[in-house]
């Protein structure tokens, strides 16, 4: 939360967002996540625990998932971040996406940027995982709708497709 | 029945894989400001002094809503009008809101929220339902009883002395907390013309409407609300929603600004609903063969500082409290009682997951007091065509019943299971079985109907409306397959508008699986009257009797001549000669005939039924269990999507996987102290079980091509299912969730020491 008393800091920010370059001025204490989402509309990164602990939050960070609601705005200074909406090129979906839709992989969706950007994250490491690996790689995103068995299944799909 | 009984991909994936799925916390507007409510700290008090010094001259402070700016009533019970939308004398628990602080930003709402000071007279708390039960010291309304209900028939201490065995058991559910991942949340914004417009995450458009109606004194007309899609609900954005919209239209009334609100999740873990604790009694007679002949069950709930919907949930119990069993004479008293906790409402289920697991165990004690095999015994007890309810319902559809029990039976491998053994990994396996009354119910059938509306358009596309929602659970992609089949477009033509209270008459709420049933008897409704016209336009077109038009997946056909012309063209000279082209469907339950006073009769329209078997394992030296495999046989009628089917069916079972063992939901003085997943465990990818769907199709003649309900039965009998498991697995009852490590290793110890009793039994004196 937000502090009342005392004067903020400033920091002049650059970091690169799905390939485009940003400036900004930002508080020092701004989350990476209100960045993104309140800055640069970026809003298919989701908010859900603001602990560290659900994974909805999940980008890359210079290749690494982490959850940005735990991560400062100014630490991603000079970084490379990819969000969700940095995955489709050109309207086409990249394989893990496409998998997502065709495993049913999706209910609410409001878990699935952040599992999507951890899977592939996983598939970048590890092209070929099995399902236990899988399941382990990604034990940090929660999802309440689905059951995780489509998800493992779409994950399975994008491994074998993408190879 | 081209798009029926597929997997079919869900119309809404492309938004929610890219990103792009505008979320309620995702709304930006114009002039747009933030909300965050002020909340009880207590659990009980009444509130003697707000000071607002602290926050006034802040920077970004713009208003502060209390109690004595609500224009219209200060209300929001949905059944029982004992909610006040913001305290302004008594607080009944920590989180009851007091006021909303509007803020140029989200976070400087937030923290001048907690920087509003109130006083307050504190009085005694109810904290446990025991307390609530106990009705002494000072009450938080006028009596401690929030509701109750009943269902009885025959003569049950005649039944009982005429059993062979009588069998006794005591079983407890715990709360459980929806985690719903997007927190509830909302967006008011005040019309240049003096109505309102509603987004939001909520389930259930038309009581937002009337709530905020009721809040601004302002009529309905002047008030729009629209669903916007939802991070998930479970009936945690049933009637919560309301409190937040009317609160926050009466914000945004007052600043003339658009005014958004979304809750932290501690926040919204402590001030919104959860499913209501059950302590249930169940003692029940039997003949030697395992016949049950007599029922006397007391079900006694936690309902929290308000009724909001306990009331339903308190109904939904007495009537299924012996799930899908034939019993003839049967007392079963459901009450629930007033606490300064939380208030207890509406979660996937409504009460039937709790009655469930007692009606299971108690039969598991009874085939273990019998010898008699688990599922046997149930064969013999179950509901067949023409059998009446153990509330005096007959049912002629319910063969379903059996089927799904004896499919899960032979695919589950039941008959060849092994002994538990007695090392260290036990293995057990459990049955449970269910019944689920689809629909609003006896007490609600007045108004359990639903609207569609269909509109042609003249390239033959075609835009469907509901007034239903989708949760996430996959509503759009069915109602989009269920109107390409009726009417005869293409799928791919298909548009299914966002749920808005202006397109579609007061459908009710989405609750009780209602969707499939209500809106695609809707959307038949519309399409015959849509239909009567357009193959009255294609006779025209392609000269031939109407009658013999035959229109399918986009193609118009003169069944006679074989003549084809594509549905664009129809569509298009629909449109030149003045033809209407579009359809108000409705649909409405039949009345139903029920005696409330015996709690007896035509209780819900339609049922439907589930079995599932449970293999767990045991570790008996952590005391960890692992749920191995669930086989869940479901009796849809007709399954519309079956991936989507799958996928209801494996969320549910990793929904009530977390009840049963691992959701321990804790507070102290009214306060949760489970308040994020850290501590609140949630089933994660490693701890989901496997699970095989088997899908019965039974077809239901009220259903549209015979669908039932599926979204709740899903979650109904699995962690009885897996409580009957982990018995079996320890030869011991486990009798009351959540089956955590510690309470595994105490009923081990317990086992060990001989101080083992199972539920206290009687042999009656028959002989
Ligand atoms: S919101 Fe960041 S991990 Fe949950
Ligand atoms: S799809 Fe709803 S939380 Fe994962």
Redesign the pocket.
């Known amino acids: 939360m937000m502090r009342l008393s005392g004067e903020p800091a400033y920091f002049d920010l650059e970091v690169t967002v799905n390939g485009r370059p940003y400036r900004r001025t930002v508080t020092t204490h701004r989350r990476l996540l209100d960045f993104l989402r309140e800055e640069l509309l970026l809003t298919g990164t989701k908010e859900s625990c603001g602990e560290g602990e659900c994974g909805?939050c999940t980008v890359l960070m210079n290749g690494l998932a982490v959850n940005c609601c735990l991560v400062l705005a100014v630490e991603a200074q000079g970084a490379e971040i990819v969000t969700i909406e940095g995955l489709a090129q050109g309207g086409t979906l990249n394989a893990v996406q496409q998998a997502f839709m065709d495993c049913h992989?999706?209910?609410?969706?409001?878990?699935?940027p952040g599992?999507i950007l951890a899977a592939g994250q996983l598939l970048e490491s590890q092209p070929r995982p099995s399902r236990q690996e899988i399941e382990s790689a990604l034990v940090g995103n929660?999802?309440?709708?689905?059951g995780y068995h489509k998800?493992v299944d779409a994950v399975e799909q994008a491994a074998g497709g993408g190879a | 029945m081209s798009y029926l009984g597929r997997s079919i991909k869900r119309v809404d994936g492309l938004g929610?894989v890219t990103g792009r799925t505008p979320y309620t916390p995702d709304l930006v507007l114009p002039g747009m400001v933030h909300a965050y409510p002020v909340f009880s700290n207590i659990p009980f008090g009444r509130i003697t002094a707000i000071d607002l010094a602290a926050i006034k001259e802040a920077p970004g402070f713009i208003a502060i809503i209390l109690a004595a700016d609500i224009p219209g009533e200060n209300q929001v019970g949905v059944i029982v009008h004992d909610q006040p939308l913001l305290a302004d004398e008594v607080v009944r628990y920590v989180g009851d809101t007091i006021g909303l602080v509007v803020a140029e930003t989200a976070a400087i709402a937030h923290a001048l929220a907690e920087l509003v000071q109130v006083k307050y007279e504190e009085y005694e708390p109810v904290l446990s339902m025991e307390a609530g039960r106990a009705g002494r010291g000072r009450l938080l309304h006028e009596s401690n009883v929030a509701c109750s209900h009943r269902s009885v028939r025959g003569d049950v201490e005649a039944g009982f002395s005429s059993s062979d065995l009588v069998v006794e058991g005591t079983f407890t559910t715990p709360h459980q907390e929806h985690f719903?991942?997007?927190p509830q949340s909302c967006l008011a914004i005040p019309e240049p013309e003096g109505g309102i417009t509603i987004h939001g995450s909520l389930q259930c458009p038309y009581y937002v409407q009337r709530a905020v109606g009721g809040a601004l004194g302002m009529s309905l007309a002047r008030v729009r609300v629209v669903a916007a899609p939802l991070?998930?609900a479970f009936g945690g954005k049933e009637d919560v929603p309301s409190e937040l919209c009317a609160r926050a239209a009466v914000a945004a009334m007052l600043v003339g600004r658009p005014v958004k609100m979304v809750y932290d999740r501690r926040d919204d873990v402590q001030m919104t609903s959860k499913r209501h604790p059950f302590e249930m009694h169940y003692k029940v007679g039997v003949n030697r063969d395992g016949r049950l002949l007599a029922a006397d069950v007391l079900l006694e709930s936690n309902a929290g500082a308000y009724a909001t919907l306990s009331s339903v949930v308190s109904y939904r119990a007495a009537i299924q409290a012996l799930g899908p069993y034939r019993v003839e004479n049967v007392r079963a008293i459901s009450r629930a009682y007033y606490t300064n906790l939380p208030p207890s409402g509406a979660f996937r289920g409504f009460g039937a997951p709790q009655v469930c697991f007692g009606h299971e165990r108690i039969m598991d004690h009874i085939a273990a007091e019998l010898g008699i095999d688990p599922v046997e015994l149930r064969l013999m007890n179950l509901i067949k065509p023409g059998d009446i309810t153990s509330s005096g319902q007959r049912l002629d559809n319910c063969a379903g019943a059996e089927k799904t029990l004896t499919k899960a039976r032979s695919t589950s491998g039941w008959l060849k299971r092994l002994p538990a053994g007695a090392g260290r990994y036990r293995e057990g396996w459990g049955v449970a079985t269910c019944l689920y009354g689809n629909g609003l119910g006896a007490a609600g059938w007045r108004m359990d109907g639903a609207g569609a509306r269909l509109q042609l358009l003249r390239d033959g596309s075609l835009e469907v409306a509901y007034g239903l929602t989708d949760m996430?659970q996959g509503a759009i992609t069915v109602v989009a397959q269920m109107s390409a089949e009726a009417v005869g477009v293409e799928l791919s033509q298909v548009r299914v508008l966002p749920t808005d209270t202006a397109n579609v008459p007061d459908s009710g709420p989405s609750v009780a699986s209602r969707n499939v049933v209500l809106t695609g008897n809707a959307i038949r409704d519309a399409a015959e009257d849509l239909r009567k016209e357009m193959t009255s336009a294609a006779g025209q077109l392609l000269k031939c009797p109407p009658e013999q038009v035959e229109i399918e997946a986009g193609r118009v056909r003169d069944l006679q001549s074989g003549r084809e012309i594509p549905l664009a063209e129809l569509a298009e000279q629909m449109f030149v000669t003045n033809r209407s082209m579009g359809a108000l469907g409705w649909w409405h339950a039949p009345p139903l005939d029920f005696d409330a006073d015996r709690g007896q009769g035509e209780a819900y329209f339609a049922y439907s039924f589930a079995a599932q078997i449970a293999r767990v394992k045991v570790d008996t030296v952590t005391g960890l269990v692992e749920v191995l495999k669930v086989w869940a046989a479901h009796d849809l009628g007709k399954a519309i999507n079956v991936a989507g089917v799958e996928g209801q069916v494996e969320?549910a079972v990793s929904q009530a996987m977390g009840w049963a063992l691992t959701e321990d939901l804790r507070m102290t003085d009214g306060r949760v102290d489970t308040v994020n997943f850290s501590t609140y465990l949630l089933p994660t990818f490693t701890d989901m079980a496997a699970v095989e769907t088997i899908i019965i199709e039974e077809p239901e003649p009220l259903g549209p091509w015979g669908a039932r309900g599926v979204g709740e039965p899903a979650i109904i009998p699995v962690a009885a299912a897996i409580a009957n498991a982990v018995s079996d697995a320890l030869g011991v009852p486990v009798d009351d969730l959540p089956i955590t490590p510690e309470k595994v290793l105490a009923l081990l110890d317990k086992a060990d020491n001989g101080g083992l009793g199972t539920g206290t039994t009687a042999i009656g004196s028959h002989g």
């Open positions: 909805s992989a999706v209910q609410c969706g409001y878990c699935i599992m929660i999802c309440r709708c689905t998800i | 929610k719903y991942l997007e991070g998930g996430g969320g």
